[in-house]
């Protein structure tokens, strides 16, 4: 599992925002993300660049950190 930090969640619909964001992207599954911590975790299926998730984490209105 890979994990990465977001800023800016506050509630469980950010929760939602982000698990929906990172499971559209290609190559990821299995997205838990922990609003208390935080954290976004995920497997990959193949490669995926970091920029590729940072990407679609702002695309849903959050940032990695």
Do not use: F, W
Request: hydrophobic share 40%; proline share 2%; charged share 25%.
């Amino acid at each position: 599992m890979k994990s990465v930090t977001i800023k800016g969640m506050s509630c469980q619909h950010c929760v939602m925002a982000v698990t929906k964001a990172l499971s559209g992207v290609d190559g990821v599954k299995n997205v838990r993300v922990d609003l208390k911590s935080g954290t976004a975790s995920y497997e990959e299926t193949k490669p995926v660049d970091a920029k590729t998730i940072a990407a679609a984490v702002k695309k849903a209105g959050y940032e990695v950190g």
